[in-house]
């Protein structure tokens, strides 16, 4: 059974800083793995997705890497503004289903 | 291009009764996941729909049952409401083609309350 992990729980910085989110995985046999964003009350917000075949993907200030053998990806978000302030979510989707597979999620806080 | 939609937004009901949600799947797009996320956690996959049908499932009871239309949108239906269904309903839309390597694009869920 998969299972996804992500450390910190909760994450507080100040503006401006370069912040790395955690994320682990059980079954290396994954298809790809996505980044999703959630902002209080709301849905997912998808930031990056990972195929199995990839080590990183880049878009804006974010960046994601993966190591499929090692069970793990990283979030790395540079210059963190408030409005960065949410949960973010990693998700793996693999095995004999279609099914995403999520983390308990990292909330960040950006103070001014 | 409209995105993923729900209703309602938010639901109040009590213990025993039932509850049916909606969700339009994002235009083009004709595979329907639903998943369920309680407070402070990650969602938990429900079942999964395409050609009208539950192709996959989670581990959830039979009280949850779902329908696919024609036109892609989807219900999902709770029997027999307990204090537990209370949570964020959350309906992702995805093509069947591709389906491995596409992202799933999420609506902004149904906040269900059972009191």
């Known amino acids: 059974k998969q299972e996804v992990t992500q450390i910190p729980a909760a994450l507080s910085v100040p503006e401006g800083e370069n912040l790395v989110l955690n994320c682990s995985f059980t079954?290396?046999?994954?298809?790809?793995l996505q980044w999703f964003r959630q902002d209080p009350g709301k849905g997912l917000t998808s930031l990056l997705l990972?195929?199995?075949?990839?080590r990183e993907q880049t878009s804006g200030r974010l960046n994601a890497s993966l190591d499929k053998s090692s069970g793990r990806s990283t979030l790395y978000i540079a210059a963190s503004q408030p409005g960065d302030s949410a949960t973010y979510l990693c998700?793996?989707?693999?095995?004999?289903?279609?099914?995403?597979?999520f983390g308990k999620g990292t909330l960040l806080t950006v103070n001014p | 291009d409209a995105g993923v939609t729900q209703s309602p937004t938010h639901l109040i009901k009590t213990r025993g009764q039932q509850v049916t949600l909606r969700c339009s799947p994002k235009?083009?797009?004709?595979?329907v996941s639903w998943y369920q996320q309680a407070l402070g956690q990650g969602p938990q996959f429900i079942f999964q729909y395409y050609e009208e049908e539950e192709r996959q499932r989670g581990n959830f009871p039979d009280r949850f049952s779902g329908h696919q239309f024609p036109n892609y949108s989807s219900e999902l239906n709770v029997n027999a409401l307990l204090l537990g269904d209370s949570a964020l309903y959350l309906c992702?839309?995805?093509?069947?083609?591709?389906?491995?390597?596409?992202?799933?694009?999420f609506g902004d869920g149904t906040r269900l309350s059972i009191l």
């Open positions: 998700a793996v989707r693999g095995g004999s289903n279609y099914k995403l597979t």
């Open positions: 992702a839309s995805s093509t069947r083609t591709g389906r491995w390597d596409q992202p799933q694009h």
């Open positions: 079954d290396s046999a994954i298809y790809n």
């Open positions: 990972i195929q199995s075949s990839q």
């Open positions: 235009s083009g797009h004709d595979t």
